[in-house]
Antibody
Framework: QVQLQESGPGLVRPSETLSLICTVS??????????WGWIRQPPGKGLEWIGS???????YYTASLKSRAIISVDTSKTQFSLNLGSVTAADTGVYYC????????????????????WGRGTRVTVSS | DIVMTQSPLSLPVTPGEPASISCRSS???????????LDWYLQKPGQSPHLLIS???NRASGVPDRFSGSGSDTDFTLKISRVEAEDVGVYYC?????????FGQGTRLEIK
C-alpha cells in the first residue's frame, strides 16, 4: 500500500526558506505512472496547488510561486522535497504532498487529472 | 486561471436525507475527448482531502455509491442520496482541465 508522509520544521522565520520532505513508501517516484505534487491550505481557507514533479524529472509550478519554489527528488527516488524561499506570514498553513495523474511532458503540464493519494499534511507557521 | 465557485458554502443535513452541492467554473471543463475535467474531494475533520469523483462522474475506488457526480461544461453537482454521519466535512470541487488546477472555496456539510 502506497503512503505519503510529509516532514519538516513547524516554524520558519520570515524571509527564510521553508523546506519540506515527502517520503513515498510502497512506490518509486520514477516508476513511470504518476506525478508527485505539493498543495497547501492556509488556515481556514481552501486548497492551492504549488507544483509537481514528474517521473521523468520535469517540474511544474503555479505562476504565483514559481520564483520562490523548487521541487526536487532525492537520489533514492523515494523522497521529494519542496523548498519555498523568502517566506512571509502568507505562507503559513498546512502543506500536503499528493500523488496525481495527468498529461505532462518536458514542455509543461497540460492538465492534472486528479489527486488520488494524499499525505496527512504538515503544519507550517511563518513567524519571528 | 479558472475560477471555481461552489454553493452553498454551508449545508446542514438531517441523516438519511439527500444533499446536493453545486460547482460552477468560469470556463468550460469539457475536453475535446468528451470528458469533463472536474473532480470532487472530501476533507473530513482533521484529515487530508481524499478523492471522491473524477471526470465529473467517476467514483473513486472505495467511495460509497450514495455519492454521485453529474454535470457538464460549466455546471456540476455532487449528490449524496442519503447522508450519513461519516459524511461530515468540507467538500471541494477542482477543475483538472488546465494547469494550475484550481479548487472551489469548499462546502461544509454538517449534520443537523
Amino acid at each position: 500500500q502506497v503512503q505519503l508522509q510529509e516532514s519538516g520544521p513547524g516554524l520558519v522565520r520570515p524571509s527564510e526558506t521553508l523546506s519540506l520532505i515527502c517520503t513515498v513508501s510502497g512506490d518509486s517516484i520514477s516508476s513511470g505512472t504518476y506525478y508527485w505534487g505539493w498543495i497547501r491550505q492556509p488556515p481556514g481557507k481552501g486548497l492551492e496547488w504549488i507544483g509537481s514533479l514528474s517521473y521523468f524529472g520535469s517540474t511544474y509550478y503555479t505562476a504565483s510561486l514559481k520564483s520562490r519554489a523548487i521541487i526536487s527528488v532525492d537520489t533514492s527516488k523515494t523522497q521529494f522535497s519542496l523548498n519555498l524561499g523568502s517566506v512571509t506570514a502568507a505562507d503559513t498553513g498546512v502543506y500536503y504532498c499528493a500523488r496525481h495523474t495527468g498529461y505532462c511532458d518536458t514542455a509543461g503540464c497540460y492538465n492534472i487529472w486528479y489527486f488520488d493519494l494524499w499525505g496527512r499534511g504538515t503544519r507550517v507557521t511563518v513567524s519571528s | 486561471d479558472i475560477v471555481m465557485t461552489q454553493s452553498p458554502l454551508s449545508l446542514p443535513v438531517t441523516p438519511g436525507e439527500p444533499a446536493s452541492i453545486s460547482c460552477r467554473s468560469s470556463q468550460s471543463l469539457l475536453h475535446g475527448n468528451g470528458y469533463n475535467y472536474l473532480d470532487w474531494y472530501l476533507q473530513k475533520p482533521g484529515q487530508s482531502p481524499h478523492l471522491l469523483i473524477s471526470f465529473a462522474s467517476n467514483r473513486a475506488s472505495g467511495v460509497p455509491d450514495r455519492f454521485s457526480g453529474s454535470g457538464s461544461d460549466t455546471d456540476f453537482t455532487l449528490k449524496i442520496s442519503r447522508v450519513e454521519a461519516e459524511d461530515v466535512g468540507v467538500y471541494y470541487c477542482m477543475q483538472a482541465l488546465q494547469t494550475p488546477p484550481t479548487f472551489g472555496q469548499g462546502t461544509r456539510l454538517e449534520i443537523k
